[in-house]
């Protein structure tokens, strides 16, 4: 990180950042060409949980390439100011890389939705067989995030 001063090396307050988000954009190479999709997730370290169709872009992607990369961010304020050149957010963020592995056995599965639904809903759920198989739930290990907080 170029701005040291700004880097959050707190894991609680990463943790913090990570559990308030509620959307995390996953970003996949797809021969090359950049592609970032905004999902629901989630969090229990070391590992992030997504769900999704189980056809689709994502998943061919990730078959071809694991390799991924996510973001996470929080606005906290924005800050006019008379000149636009002086705008700015406070604001706190992170980036990360990990590798995807799309699960396939339902014990997995149900691991990974109880942690994605963990993160919205304090509540207790069951998953119907028939939805479950329908039901693509990617697990991504985290190789490493860099946090930030600025303003």
């Excluded at 924005?78 to 050149?85: G, W």
Aim: proline share 5%; glycine share 8%; with cysteine.
């Amino acid at each position: 990180m170029r701005r040291k001063e700004k880097q959050i090396i707190d894991q609680a307050q990463i943790d913090g950042i990570i559990k308030q988000a509620k959307v995390c954009r996953l970003g996949l190479s797809d021969k090359g060409q950049p592609y970032v999709v905004p999902l629901h997730f989630g969090y229990d370290p070391p590992f992030l949980y997504f769900h999704g169709a189980d056809t689709g872009r994502k998943l061919d992607i990730l078959a071809a390439n694991a390799r991924v990369c996510f973001e996470f961010d929080e606005l906290i304020k924005l800050n006019k100011h008379p000149s636009a050149c002086n705008w700015g957010t406070s604001y706190n963020s992170i980036i990360g890389e990990g590798t995807a592995r799309i699960l396939v056995d339902p014990d997995e599965k149900i691991k990974g939705l109880n942690c994605i639904m963990a993160q919205y809903s304090p509540r207790t759920h069951e998953f119907d067989p028939n939805d479950l198989a329908e039901t693509a739930v990617i697990e991504v290990k985290i190789l490493g995030m860099t946090a930030k907080q600025s303003g």
